[in-house]
């Protein structure tokens, strides 16, 4: 007998002969990233969460519409980036990060400065900057995947990441010297 | 695309990021990093770069404050139809199905609308006569044909023969009594005229 993992491939394979729990195995593998990056782009958990919900659920309703099963992670992200920005669209856009600093909180273990000193820089970036920079640094994903995700050119792509980590580089670098004068923070 | 792009003199910017981010083709990878090992410029970025994306990475990801899960709906579930439609294999053996029965259907009303007639043993009648037999034969057939076909005819013309003059003398009769009634009429008015019934026809 041989074992193999089950991939998402074969789950959506059984998603689409109607297999609620396939999908629901699924939505197990990948919420996580969805909210943290819908919740990176919304700096709102209650906005991320309902709109991680809506993003299975459109999901689930279009995976049929999926050509190739092995770009279901770019396609789900492409729906979620879809979904917020159409919440963005419906409000105005200075209440988009209006509850920032309240749902960010410091990660345990780093310094409360340099944690808030992140954020910050995060948030002075223009939101497809952020974007690109949580596409990237955060979930990992390759140019190419980003360009489909995000609906424009790989340079496109490539042009908004590196001007985000310039000024990002800027941002932080004070912090990081006032990190190094002062030794390790935890 | 960058503002410090400009400030590397060997150009190799965004090789440099591609390099960072893991996405320079394997062949490039070996010589960009002795490429950094020589460069000043360029291993300084490549630090800075590094320091970065460490940086943004001490913001740890989120728990999902409610776990997401979907139940059954049949408002959600495809159609019995749906999925038969969507199922490529039960498609076509529904398909295969409907070609054999379309076949079996076929042979069954050509099997009744054409029955051949046992084959005549002709060569073996042939070869029981001379020539001369069969040219006889042949003749008697074709004598007996036309004489059947002449008969036919024949029936056939005397038929048509007796309708028309059976018509003929219904038509006749018909016209007979025309006739008459006319006849009947005219001495009818003649006399109604002598009896002077008509006063102002004189006039």
Not at chain 2, 86 to 98: M, P, T, W
Request: charged share 25%; proline share 5%; net charge negative.
């Amino acid at each position: 007998m041989i074992f193999r993992a089950v991939e998402d491939t074969d789950l959506i394979s059984r998603v689409c002969r109607g297999d609620v729990e396939a999908y629901n195995l699924l939505v197990s593998r990948w919420e996580k990233r969805v909210f943290n990056y819908i919740l990176r782009l919304t700096a709102n958990q209650e906005d991320a969460l309902d709109l991680s919900q809506d993003v299975f659920l459109k999901a689930y309703q279009n995976i049929r519409k999926l050509d190739d099963p092995a770009r279901f992670g770019p396609w789900l992200y492409r729906i979620a980036h879809n979904e917020a920005y159409s919440l963005f669209r419906k409000r105005r856009p200075e209440t988009v990060l209006e509850d920032l600093d309240a749902d960010r909180n410091p990660a345990p273990g780093f310094s409360v400065d340099l944690s808030l000193a992140v954020a910050a820089a995060l948030d002075r970036l223009n939101p497809e900057q952020r974007e690109a920079v949580v596409l990237k640094v955060y979930e990992g994903f390759k140019f190419d995947e980003m360009a489909e995700i995000l609906g424009c050119p790989v340079s496109t792509v490539k042009s908004r990441l590196y001007t985000a980590l310039d000024l990002l580089k800027r941002d932080l670098a004070p912090v990081d010297s006032k990190r190094s004068h002062r030794g390790p923070a935890c | 695309m960058l503002s410090s792009k400009n400030s590397f003199p060997c150009g190799r910017a965004d090789a440099l990021h591609d390099f960072a981010f893991d996405e320079l083709p394997a062949n490039e990878r070996q010589e960009m990093e002795q490429h950094i090992r020589a460069c000043g410029d360029c291993a300084l970025e490549f630090d800075r770069l590094r320091i970065t994306t460490s940086a943004l990475r001490i913001l740890p990801d989120r728990e999902i404050p409610q776990r997401i899960a979907f139940v059954s709906d049949e408002v959600f579930q495809p159609s019995i139809w749906a999925r038969f439609w969507n199922s490529g294999a039960q498609l076509g053996f529904a398909s295969a199905c409907v070609l054999a029965v379309a076949l079996l259907v076929s042979a069954w009303r050509m099997s009744v609308v054409y029955h051949p007639s046992p084959a005549q043993p002709v060569a073996h009648v042939a070869a029981s006569m001379s020539p001369e037999q069969i040219q006889a034969s042949i003749a008697r057939a074709v004598a007996q044909t036309r004489a059947e076909d002449a008969k036919v005819i024949q029936t056939a013309v005397a038929g048509v023969e007796k309708r028309l003059d059976a018509q003929y003398r219904g038509q006749m009769v018909a016209l007979q009594e025309n006739f008459d009634v006319m006849r009947k009429t005219a001495l009818n008015y003649e006399a109604r005229l002598g009896a002077n019934e008509f006063p102002g026809a004189g006039q």
